[in-house]
């Protein structure tokens, strides 16, 4: 559920489809699915819900449909003095548990009242199975919010979905996939059908088999429709892990990176506003500001953002020599506009000063340079050395697990002396626990020790048999080094994936258009989901 980076319309791009489309049937949805409950009533909102829902449905929107008081599903439930009861969470076991100890809770009690499960997306078996032990089957009622894709801006459309990483890759939890593939079915009967579907990886092959069964069940849905989206790519995560593990230099992606973009909105604090509250800003083609830096080197936005203050500022001092006519059209016309991007432009410079004094204290160029010698692969022991150094000072423990993965993929796992020494290391900068994490990496295939002879082949174990026990070590060594280094380097090299050429300004450059620029946010959730 991850979502991609917009870029500023070519001319000659055909209109995009309106992908409003998608919020404005999951808003009518749910104002149905709430009628359906008639009278006053609270409502339960898991809280990774609330986000994407603020995004569809305002408080407003719901107060008029009875919704009387808005609670968070958590730990310790708050207490309803409500009749009615409705609940809106994810296909999660825990969430179900939540409703049933309302429910027997108020048993115990003695009390009646109405209880209505709303999954979103969809219902899992799994939660019909709790509610059946939990004895509470039959009092609850229960429905789907078919609430799969949210647009995030006009080419970004997310699923919004955290957990798909670790379900799927970490525990091989193949339960979102029909999800997936249901959001692509909602896809292609609004915007299709789609001429043609590529696919990469084991999961995007079960998306588009179970789509296809789908289509064939719903036969007729979008025939004879001009279709707007013609190609869709399904690619799976794990087919390209270094592209996400790069550190970002594009304005989109250090925002998220210092900020967390969520949901399409950030919340920027009081050092970015300049007084003593934070303000939540959409990040979209809407806002004007941003839509022009989002994309570009963060080298080149300052002075981008400086010339644009001038320029404002330029348009305010024409007020000057007016006439009344005339400022009373400035009034009317220009001058709320301009205040508006006034105070965007003041939030995005705060912003560039929080990132700038960030990355000035975690040696930001250094980390650039250690990364480009990662994906290039030269001085590996020198970038050895700026990984210890940064697990030793504490940097950060999820940019110092980065690294460690970047190390470990481009290398095609680290061999176990080096392993085991920056394993312990970590551990004893940033505690114990994180042991856990090392073993879930491992799993993955994210952070891997080297196993000597592995990548023997048949010719060379018959080689090996040839020579002496010791010359055939010092041979394996040599050989599985060789087929180690071939592997992402190999890719690399063969698509041009690292920037060279005429093109290429340095590690940190803002011409190249390498792996580390290519990438936008919402890339480092998915290694979080891991600690």
């Not at 390209?240 to 900020?259: I, M, N, R, W």
């Amino acid at each position: 559920g991850g979502g991609g980076m917009a870029s500023p319309g070519h001319r000659d791009a055909p209109e995009l489809p309106d992908f409003g489309l998608l919020k404005r049937l999951a808003r009518d949805q749910l104002v149905y699915l709430l009628e359906q409950l008639p009278g006053k009533k609270d409502l339960f909102i898991e809280a990774d819900l609330m986000s994407p829902l603020d995004r569809i449905a305002n408080v407003s929107l719901l107060k008029q449909h009875e919704v009387d008081k808005l609670y968070r599903v958590e730990a310790k439930p708050a207490r309803s003095s409500s009749d009615q009861l409705c609940f809106l969470v994810r296909p999660r076991i825990r969430s179900v548990k939540f409703v049933a100890d309302i429910v027997n809770a108020d048993k115990v009690a003695g009390r009646t009242r109405k209880y209505k499960i709303i999954f979103s997306p969809q219902k899992f078996y799994t939660c019909e199975r709790i509610l059946e032990e939990e004895g509470i089957y039959g009092d609850v009622t229960w429905d789907e919010w078919s609430f799969y894709l949210l647009p995030l801006d006009d080419d970004i459309i997310s699923m919004e979905l955290p957990e798909f990483f670790r379900d799927y890759f970490l525990e091989g939890n193949q339960c979102w996939i029909s999800t997936v593939s249901q959001a692509l079915q909602l896809m292609s009967s609004l915007f299709g059908p789609f001429t043609r579907t590529y696919g990469i990886g084991r999961c995007a092959k079960m998306v588009h088999e179970i789509w296809r069964e789908i289509v064939e069940e719903s036969e007729g849905d979008s025939l004879g429709r001009k279709p707007e989206i013609g190609q869709v790519f399904l690619m799976d995560r794990d087919v390209d892990y270094v592209t996400a593990l790069c550190s970002q230099v594009v304005y989109e992606g250090l925002v998220d990176d210092t900020f967390r973009i969520k949901c399409g909105s950030v919340d920027f604090g009081p050092d970015v506003t300049s007084s003593d509250r934070s303000i939540k800003v959409l990040l979209n083609a809407q806002d004007k500001v941003f839509s022009e830096i989002r994309n570009e080197h963060f080298s080149s936005v300052f002075g981008f953002l400086s010339q644009k203050a001038r320029n404002l500022q330029a348009q305010y001092d024409r007020r000057r020599g007016m006439d009344i006519k005339q400022m009373k059209n400035f009034v009317s016309q220009e001058l709320k506009g301009l205040k508006q991007e006034h105070r965007l432009l003041s939030l995005h410079i705060g912003a560039c000063e929080s990132i700038m004094k960030k990355k000035t204290k975690q040696d930001f160029q250094e980390l650039l340079k250690t990364e480009h010698a990662l994906l290039e692969g030269f001085d590996v022991r020198e970038s050895i050395g700026f990984i210890e150094e940064h697990i030793n000072r504490q940097v950060s423990p999820l940019e110092s697990l980065r690294l460690l993965c970047l190390l470990s993929i481009t290398e095609n796992g680290l061999a176990p002396k080096d392993y085991r020494f920056l394993r312990t290391q970590y551990l004893q900068s940033y505690g114990p626990e994180h042991l856990l994490t090392f073993h879930n990496l491992k799993r993955l295939g994210l952070l891997t020790e080297q196993v000597p002879g592995e990548t023997l082949t048949a010719v060379e174990s018959k080689v090996s048999k040839l020579v002496t026990d010791r010359a055939a070590g010092k041979l394996s060594d040599a050989f599985s080094s060789l087929a180690r280094k071939s592997n992402f380097r190999a890719i690399s090299k063969k698509l041009g994936l690292v920037g060279t050429g005429s093109g290429e300004k340095g590690h940190d450059g803002s011409r190249r258009c390498g792996m580390m620029l290519l990438f936008s946010p919402r890339s480092r959730a998915w290694l979080e989901s891991m600690t």
